[in-house]
């Protein structure tokens, strides 16, 4: 039932063509901009996928979600949102701006909360942040993680706006020093490798509740997963997020090389490739295949017709 749905979605989207691959750095202007992959895991470990779906790429943004996870656990509630927000910017992802009340970032989804989360674990683990991000995102994939060095060097020699919103944030006390080490952290994580098969499991993770379900183990708790879900649901989707809602209904990350992982409370990951972004960065295909889903499973958080959770649980 779910490979056949994969299936057709697959063929009947692998054709478009529309969007653009993003072209900031060289080394992202080089992926192939046909593929095209999809990958389900379900809360109880079973893989689906279909095309492209072991095709590396590095995470981007939906590397946000998980600092954000690994702050809350590290720091605890408290202390993290003194160093960022819970509301939607309504600017660019890469706005060089704060909340002009809190003088914090707006959320953790954009690049100046995911900055400022950097810092946070910068400040608990020093030298040892970088390890202690990818060992967790490892632990959400189930699979060692690594970086594209490439993608890394050329983004850290451009990321010049990245360093001006974390001096905004050195000048407003949000991140301590060293800047420039704050900056690379985050870059790092950016690096980091996945494909749609383990951003899937990445998702699924979330979706049983901070648990991997192949390798049954528990990396954050329950309610650092509902903090991680509410803001992926509201600031997932850089300025479509209200759109997104509306057409699709779940809590999602999307990222600049076509990355989107969305999660089903308790059922299911999602993770897709497709390096094709539209006018807002997000994939066209994946978001595309994403509503397709959402329809033919009633995936929608709030699924009027209220079938949403036990249709699902009849397939699995
Ligand atoms: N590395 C990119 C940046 O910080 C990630 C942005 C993204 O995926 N939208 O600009």
Redesign the pocket.
């Known amino acids: 039932m779910i490979q056949g749905a994969l299936d057709k979605v697959y063929e009947r989207f692998v054709k478009e063509q529309s969007g653009e691959v993003a072209d900031y750095i060289p080394a992202l202007a080089s992926a192939n901009p046909d593929s095209f992959g999809l990958a389900i895991v379900t809360a109880k470990g079973e893989v689906y996928t279909a095309g492209d779906a072991d095709t590396p790429f590095t995470i981007?943004?939906q590397s946000k979600p998980f600092t954000f996870a690994l702050a809350l656990e590290e720091c605890g509630i408290d202390a993290t949102y003194e160093h960022v927000g819970t509301e939607p910017s309504g600017d660019a992802?890469?706005s060089i701006v704060l909340d002009p009340v809190t003088n914090v970032p707006f959320n953790p989804m954009v690049?100046s909360g995911a900055i400022s989360m950097a810092g946070l674990i910068r400040d608990a683990r020093g030298d040892d942040a970088f390890e202690a991000i990818r060992t967790e995102y490892s632990r959400f994939a189930g699979a060692e993680l690594g970086t594209d060095s490439d993608v890394f060097d050329s983004?850290i020699t451009t990321a010049h706006r990245?360093r001006a919103i974390a001096h905004l944030m050195r000048a407003g006390g949000v991140i301590s020093d060293p800047v420039e080490g704050v900056v690379e952290l985050y870059?790092r994580q950016?690096s980091i490798e996945v494909t749609a098969t383990r951003l899937a499991t990445m998702a699924a993770t979330l979706a049983n509740i901070g648990t991997n379900p192949i390798t049954n183990d528990n990396i954050v708790s329950p309610m650092t997963v509902r903090h991680v879900l509410s803001l992926m649901f509201t600031c997932g989707m850089y300025d479509y997020a209200g759109r997104w809602a509306l057409d699709v209904g779940l809590p999602a990350k999307s990222?600049?090389t076509g990355g989107v992982m969305a999660v089903v409370n308790r059922q299911i990951g999602i993770g897709l490739y497709s390096p094709r972004l539209d006018e807002h960065?997000n994939s066209v295909r994946a978001i595309k295949a994403c509503v397709e889903l959402a329809d033919e499973f009633g995936l929608h958080g709030f699924e009027f017709s209220n079938t949403g959770s036990s249709m699902l649980s009849v397939y699995l």
């Open positions: 981007q943004s992802f890469n690049n983004e990245n870059t950016c990222g600049v960065g």
